[in-house]
């Protein structure tokens, strides 16, 4: 249940803490894997643990032409894209008075508008075979909104809105696109709060604790799975019972 077995999936922000347990968690299903990101030796260190089926796209995604380069290279290593992880992202947070614009355009770029192109040019290929995944890693704050976060939230709502929308607009070719909506996930941004800053949070949390990000992988990994074929335009959200929606 849940394998995916010879399908092709290109990860995003692979390089994090979320985006490398989505990989390990496709690869151990039986997924071929790009890794894409920025930090390319964290990449090939995933990757040569990894092992077979599993290869390194590193790419600039704020230049022109990265998206269409980024999926070039993906088919050409692995002869396709089945399955796309949009998980790359920023944080420039600032109070909405004090943000400079290119804090806003840079975050959008980046976390919103990447995730357009590179849906787009994934799809011509996804319509074409009449199947095809697509994952978006939106957050808790597009439900909640976050002080000093105005250009994070409003990227993240942008994405589930992204999401609805092309899952209607394909839900007739075999594909699926979904959002998910992580909370509170112990990653290094998580920890590298104070343990009272950690304690707080945990109190808002109805579990009492935070999230890793293999609960994500797992989302992920049913949402990619042949099992989940009758949901689309939907948002998973693993919050701990944070938001309940």
Not at 18 to 34: C, D, K, L
Not at 92 to 97: I, K
Not at 202 to 229: C, H, K, M, W, Y
Request: glycine share 10%; net charge negative; charged share 20%.
């Amino acid at each position: 249940m849940f394998h995916l077995t010879n399908r092709n999936a290109l990860i995003t922000g692979a390089s994090g803490g979320i985006g490398a347990s989505i990989a390990r968690a496709f690869h151990e299903q039986g997924a071929n894997v790009t890794l894409s990101g920025t930090r390319e030796t964290i990449l090939k260190e995933i990757s040569s643990e990894l092992g077979e089926r599993a290869h390194v796209a590193s790419f600039d995604l704020t230049d022109g032409d990265a998206s269409a380069n980024l999926i070039e290279t993906a088919y050409a290593k692995m002869g396709g894209v089945d399955i796309l992880v949009n998980n790359a992202g920023i944080t420039r947070d600032s109070l909405a008075l004090r943000m400079k614009d290119e804090n806003w355009y840079d975050l959008l770029e980046i976390n919103l508008t990447v995730a357009f192109k590179l849906s787009r040019e994934v799809l011509r290929g996804m319509i074409k075979q009449r199947w095809g995944r697509i994952i978006n890693i939106s957050s808790i704050v597009a439900l909640t909104g976050n002080a000093g976060q105005a250009n994070y939230s409003a990227a993240k709502a942008g994405l589930i809105g992204l999401t609805k929308s092309l899952a209607a607009e394909t839900a007739k070719r075999g594909i699926t696109i979904n959002a998910i909506a992580p909370g509170m996930i112990d990653t290094p941004m998580t920890q590298a709060l104070t343990q009272q800053q950690q304690e707080a949070l945990r109190e808002q949390i109805p579990t009492g604790n935070l999230g890793l990000p293999e609960d994500i992988a797992a989302g992920a990994v049913f949402l990619a799975s042949d099992e989940a074929a009758y949901i689309t335009g939907e948002t998973l959200n693993i919050n701990g019972g944070m938001v309940m929606i």
